[in-house]
């Protein structure tokens, strides 16, 4: 792990977990890569697809470079929303966020729980907060 790396890794670990205005929901921003769990916590919504997994955020991570900040929304710790974004910098569009790059099709995970709204609005604040020009 390069230290730049390192670096964007402890902000996004150290990344608000925030209440949402819906009672009871949790947000927070995660590297899918390190959370144990993860699949499993998934695979517990019916639209969970492969690419909303972690191994295509390995895959993501690895071979292009992007990190991972995928919007993760828990209500009495089940799975209420995820909105999956990968951070990607390059020197010709510079810093943005993608929702998901090389991907076939992921719709962001949604339910009853949360209003998607602060999803979204949770998202772009994160996005300004870290100088995203786009996503």
Known sequence: ???TDSTAQNQLQATHLKDCPDAGVKMRLVDPVGES???????S???FTFFHGNAWAQVLKDAYGFRP???????DNQLAALLPIMEARSRLR???GVSLPFTDECAPLTSAAIDTTALIKTALEHGKANAWQYW
Do not use: Q, T
């Not at 769990?37 to 695979?43: E, I, N």
């Open 37 to 43: 769990g993860w699949d499993s916590l998934l695979m």
């Open 45 to 47: 919504h019916p639209n």
């Open 94 to 96: 510079g810093v943005r």
């Open 1 to 3: 792990m390069h230290a």
């Open 69 to 75: 900040c995928y919007l993760l929304a828990l209500k």
